[in-house]
């Protein structure tokens, strides 16, 4: 399940940087902390997506 996470918290980061080129070192950084085992990471690209009107379709 975690690894999951991870790749769907990548290529929503992905997703951002393609939607909005002013968050790219948001972006970066939360490819980092999306890399990690940590679910502050969902988190973070919660607050991220919030941020840059990008709702995911769960």
Same mark, same amino acid.
Request: proline content about 3%.
């Given at each position: 399940?975690? @690894?999951?996470?991870?790749? #769907? @918290?990548? !290529?929503? !980061? $992905?997703?951002?940087? $393609?939607? @909005?080129?002013?968050? #790219?070192? $948001?972006? #970066?950084?939360?490819?980092?902390? !999306?890399?990690?085992?940590?679910?502050?990471?969902?988190?973070?690209? #919660?607050?991220?997506?919030?941020?840059?009107?990008?709702?995911?379709?769960?």
């Amino acid at each position: 399940m975690k @690894n999951c996470e991870r790749l #769907a @918290n990548l !290529a929503l !980061a $992905e997703q951002l940087h $393609e939607d @909005n080129k002013a968050v #790219a070192p $948001e972006v #970066a950084t939360s490819s980092t902390i !999306a890399s990690s085992s940590d679910s502050t990471g969902i988190f973070y690209l #919660a607050s991220l997506i919030t941020k840059t009107s990008v709702l995911p379709k769960w």
